[in-house]
């Protein structure tokens, strides 16, 4: 079977790539290595997956709604994961064109490639940011999600509206998947835990946002998302919205203290006030997602915290490969 990954390079993409490619499958990855952070990590990402006889690297860009439609005709893959978007909501802000050309403008083109090619499964990445500010715990599904906090929980929320029109007109079977804060190998630069660590390392000061306190994340380690995303895959239902977390927010003056011990290292915090951007707490209710799709988080923080800080030291400290 054949499965395209658009942001197959990126850091959850990358997982997907992999995991599919091991059970013997056919991946052609879609990515334009855009220089949100530096291209050569996304490189290393796919080092494994360049040796796989099964693995096709399609660069090109979703706003190119020409190239996209040239791999689709030469691969014709029959499910499709698309996980390409700039990413990130405090950037965002500085770049809300940018942000809505990538997300929404190429999400309709992949929306419109797997009509025309009748897709027989069609997963969307979304993010836990459409749910807002709430105080209403843990988040649902079908929770409003109306008032979104950056452009780029805006455009996420689009794309996800989109989904549904195209599903309602043309009958894609298409899953919607809301990550929760995903960390592990590969982890992207911009995130926790890897700017807090690679400040830790250096014995520089990092921002915590009001000092940690009362700020919660629902934390969720890579290969539980990637398990939601390929059941996501596997299982195509009519049109379905699913959060993948692992609904157990850490408050984050705990998970800097937790990363002090894991590293050895002292954290030097300098708390600031919480942008607007930012909710207070993220908590994702996967009741749903294990019901439907048998998804399950099998990795507490600490474990997967601990993970991710040994690949740091082999891959980036002493610089290795990435996988
Ligand atoms: N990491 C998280 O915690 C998180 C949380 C919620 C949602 N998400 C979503 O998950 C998806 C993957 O995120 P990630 O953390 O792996 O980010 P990432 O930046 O590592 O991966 C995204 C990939 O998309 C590619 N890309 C960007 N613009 C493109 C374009 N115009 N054409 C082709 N490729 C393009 C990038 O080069 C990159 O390789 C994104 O849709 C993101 O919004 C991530």
Redesign the pocket.
């Known amino acids: 079977m054949t499965y395209l990954v ?8 990358s997982h997907v790539v992999d995991t599919l490619l091991r059970r013997g499958e056919q991946v052609v990855c ?5 220089s ?2 530096d ?1 050569g990590r ?1 490189r290393r990402n796919l080092e494994w997956a360049l040796s796989q006889p099964g693995f096709t690297l399609a660069e ?4 190119d709604a020409e190239a996209l439609g040239a791999i689709f005709a030469a691969h014709r893959p029959r499910r499709v994961a698309h ?5 990130g909501p405090r950037p965002s802000i500085a770049n809300p064109t940018l942000y809505e050309q ?1 997300n929404v403008g ?1 999400t309709v083109h992949m929306l419109e490639l797997a009509r025309r090619h009748a897709i027989e499964s069609l997963v969307l ?5 459409v749910y807002g500010k709430t105080e209403k715990l843990p988040f649902v599904e079908n929770d409003p999600t109306d008032r979104p906090l950056s452009p780029y929980a805006a455009t ?1 929320k689009a794309a996800e509206v989109l989904a549904y029109t195209f599903h309602s007109l043309y009958g894609t079977p298409t899953a919607v998947v ?6 592990g190998p590969r982890g ?1 630069p911009d ?1 926790t835990p890897y700017l807090f660590v690679e400040r830790m390392v250096r014995g520089e000061p990092f921002v915590l946002f009001d000092g940690g306190v009362n700020l919660f994340r629902d934390y969720t380690y890579v290969d539980d998302i990637v398990a939601g995303v390929v059941a996501a895959l596997d299982r195509p239902r009519p049109y379905e919205i699913y959060n993948l977390g692992n609904s157990q927010p850490v408050e984050m003056r705990h998970f800097v203290a937790l990363l002090e011990r894991i590293t050895g290292l002292r954290a030097l915090v300098e708390a600031r006030p919480l942008p607007a951007t930012e909710p207070p707490i993220t908590f994702a209710s996967t009741e749903k997602a294990g019901r439907l799709l048998g998804f399950e988080s099998s990795i507490a923080i600490d474990e997967g915290l601990a993970r991710f800080w040994a690949w740091y030291r082999a891959e980036i400290l002493t610089g290795g490969s990435s996988r």
């Open positions: 658009t942001g197959g390079a990126g850091f959850i993409g879609v990515d334009n290595f855009t949100y952070y291209p996304k090109a860009d979703i706003r996980l390409a978007a700039m990413p990538v190429g990445a979304s993010t836990s940011s996420k809301r990550f929760f804060t995903v960390y992207r995130m």
